[in-house]
C-alpha cells in the first residue's frame, strides 16, 4: 500500500522558534495532501489542505501566518510552524491522497510528529 | 455543515466476543464516503474499511463489518472474533467534497476500545 513518512517524528523546540515538518509520499504522487492537529486524547481536526504548486486552503480558525505550508513537489509538503509558543504543542499529522486511485481517493496518513514547545 | 458523533467515549470487549461501535452523522449529500479509521498506541492511523454511500450493501473486510443505514444516517462497526490487537481508538470519519473540488474529511470524537484478555 501506499506509504507515508513525517519527519521528525518528535522534536521539542524554544518558545519563539520556528520548527519545519516534512510529509513524503514514498512510493506516489500526491497532488492534494492534507495537514491535522491531534491534541490528546482528542480527534483529528483539519488544519489545511495543501495542494501542489499552489496556495494551501487553511480551515477556520486556523492562521496561516503561523502554520506555514509549502508543497512544491508531487511527494512533498511542509508544514512550518512559526514563533512557536507552548499552546502549539500538539500532536501534528500529514495525509495524501493518491492520485491513481481515483475510484477509492482514501487518504493515507503519515506517522506524525509530536511537537513539544518549551 | 457536516457533523460526525460517536456516543462511546469507551468500549470494553472480551477476547474473541464480538464488539459493535456506534457513529451517526448529519448531512444533506447524498453521495459521500464513510470510513473506520484506528489509531492503536503508535498513532498511526490505519484505514479499517470504507463505505460508499449509494452502495446498499455494507461493507466487509474479514473480522470487521458496517451496518450502514442510509435514512437514519448511521454507520456501525462490528468487530468479530476480537483480538487483543484489535485495542486502539477508533474514529469514525465522513468524507465530502467541497466547492472547489476538493476532498475534505470529518472525524469524529472516537472510541477507544479495550480488548479484555
Known amino acids: 500500500g501506499a506509504v507515508v513518512s513525517q519527519h521528525p517524528s518528535w522534536v521539542i523546540c524554544k518558545s519563539g522558534t520556528s520548527v519545519k515538518i516534512e510529509c513524503r509520499s514514498l512510493d506516489f504522487q500526491a497532488t492534494t495532501m492534507f495537514w491535522y492537529r491531534q491534541f490528546p486524547k482528542q480527534s483529528l481536526m483539519l488544519m489545511a489542505t495543501s495542494n501542489e504548486g499552489s496556495k494551501a486552503t487553511y480551515e477556520q480558525g486556523v492562521e496561516k501566518d503561523k502554520f506555514l505550508i509549502n508543497h512544491a513537489s508531487l511527494t512533498l509538503s511542509t508544514l512550518t510552524v512559526t514563533s512557536a509558543h507552548p499552546e502549539d504543542s500538539s500532536f501534528y499529522i500529514c495525509?495524501?491522497?493518491?492520485?491513481?486511485?481515483?475510484?477509492?481517493?482514501?487518504?493515507?496518513f503519515g506517522p506524525g510528529t509530536r511537537l513539544t514547545v518549551l | 455543515a457536516q457533523t460526525v458523533t460517536q456516543s462511546q467515549p469507551e468500549m470494553s470487549v472480551q477476547e474473541a466476543e464480538t464488539v459493535t461501535l456506534s457513529c451517526t452523522y448529519d448531512?444533506?449529500?447524498?453521495?459521500?464516503?464513510l470510513f473506520w479509521y484506528k489509531q492503536p498506541p503508535s498513532r498511526q492511523m490505519i484505514l479499517v474499511i470504507r463505505q460508499e454511500a449509494y452502495k446498499q450493501q455494507n461493507a466487509t473486510e474479514n473480522r470487521f463489518s458496517v451496518n450502514f443505514q442510509k435514512a437514519a444516517k448511521s454507520f456501525s462497526l462490528k468487530i468479530s472474533d476480537s483480538q487483543l490487537g484489535d485495542a486502539a481508538m477508533y474514529f469514525c470519519?465522513?468524507?465530502?467534497?467541497?466547492?472547489?473540488?476538493?476532498?475534505?474529511?470529518?472525524f469524529g470524537t472516537g472510541t477507544r476500545l479495550k480488548v479484555l484478555a
Open positions: 495525509s495524501a491522497r493518491d492520485t491513481r486511485l481515483a475510484g477509492y481517493n482514501e487518504q493515507f
Open positions: 448531512t444533506s449529500e447524498s453521495d459521500y464516503y
Open positions: 470519519a465522513y468524507r465530502r467534497v467541497t466547492l472547489t473540488g476538493t476532498y475534505k474529511y470529518i
